[in-house]
């Protein structure tokens, strides 16, 4: 293998200097090349930072702006990666090396390369996730049922909640680890790229017991980075030490203490209309408002906003 790309996703360059002799793995890489923090891009969501990488444009040059967007015809588009935007594993599959794509956020459909790709979240139920078709049931057979992502997003809406949720992450995590070290063994790809989901699923519910030592959770983010670690070691064996390399994030993270809701401002300085009776307008369901909305010619700058 010419290069091994390991994408972690969410995860915060200070949280990883803070916990740097914690992390052995991921503190050889730093001192074997270079490192540093990168600025992502606007909106720093998985999807389109992600896409923004593999291709060095920013999102306007791709046309992808989130998981979901309002498009210019006002209709709700999804983010999709496609093989016409330029991502560098299509050129160097068209460039003949053997190239594989497996778990980056925003690649479903997948699409044929000249080696294969496993799509990421989100992934639709009971629908093609990989290219070749056939790989779906391979990988589902050798790790007891292939996970694309958890079953519900937030621990609240686990039965067990918090509790309950931490197993469920690591149990994804584990199987996207066993199925990305498979698809080195199975296919010897020249180029692999992946991402791995724990950290940002558990930053998401977890980063606020960080500063409460009597919390039972106080440990859990500084756990995942070692679970990461340990991940990167694992597939520099594998891959040996003449493979490149490289470790990056998509976006970090930070506490959020408060939330602008843009179509709720502009709904209420009379700048956004809605066609039809409203349902869940809740300051957390902001997001129900873009299906419907359409916004007064009077030059707004937009009106979409999601929360990470």
């Known amino acids: 293998m010419k290069a091994l790309v390991i994408g972690i996703d969410s995860a915060s360059p200070f949280l990883i200097e803070k916990w740097i002799d914690k992390l052995p793995n991921i503190r050889s890489v730093f001192e074997a090349g270079a490192h ?60 003949e090396m053997k190239v594989g794509v497996f778990n980056v956020p925003g690649t479903y459909p997948p699409y044929a390369v000249n080696g294969f790709m496993v799509s990421g979240f989100p992934v639709p139920t009971r629908k093609v996730w990989s290219y070749p078709v056939d790989l779906m049931g391979r990988i589902d057979s050798a790790v007891g049922g292939y996970e694309v992502d958890v079953p519900l997003t937030k621990p609240t809406e686990m039965k067990g909640g918090e509790k309950a949720y931490l197993p469920v992450v690591k149990r994804l995590h584990d199987k996207s680890l066993q199925t990305a070290k498979l698809l080195i063994e199975w296919y010897n790809p020249d180029l692999f790229v992946m991402t791995l989901q724990g950290i940002d699923l558990v930053h998401h519910d977890f980063w606020k017991y960080m500063d409460r030592p009597d919390s039972p959770y106080s440990n859990v983010l500084r756990d995942w980075y070692i679970n990461m670690d340990d991940a990167v070691g694992e597939l520099r064996k594998i891959v040996g030490a003449n493979t490149n390399v490289l470790l990056l994030s998509d976006h970090g993270s930070a506490p959020v203490s408060s939330a602008l809701f843009v179509n709720k401002y502009l709904e209420s300085n009379g700048l956004l209309t809605v066609k039809g009776p409203v349902k869940n307008t809740g300051p957390d369901r902001q997001c129900r408002l873009e299906q419907d909305a359409s916004l007064l010619d009077r030059g707004s700058p937009g009106a979409h906003l999601r929360q990470l």
Do not use: M
């Open 36 to 95: 540093g923090v990168l600025e992502s891009i606007v909106p720093p969501e998985s999807v389109p930072a992600w896409q923004c990488f593999a291709t060095g444009k920013n999102p306007a040059k791709i046309g992808i702006f989130g998981f979901t967007y309002i498009g210019r015809d006002r209709h709700l588009k999804f983010g999709r990666t496609t093989p016409d935007i330029g991502c560098f594993w299509d050129i160097a599959s068209e460039k």
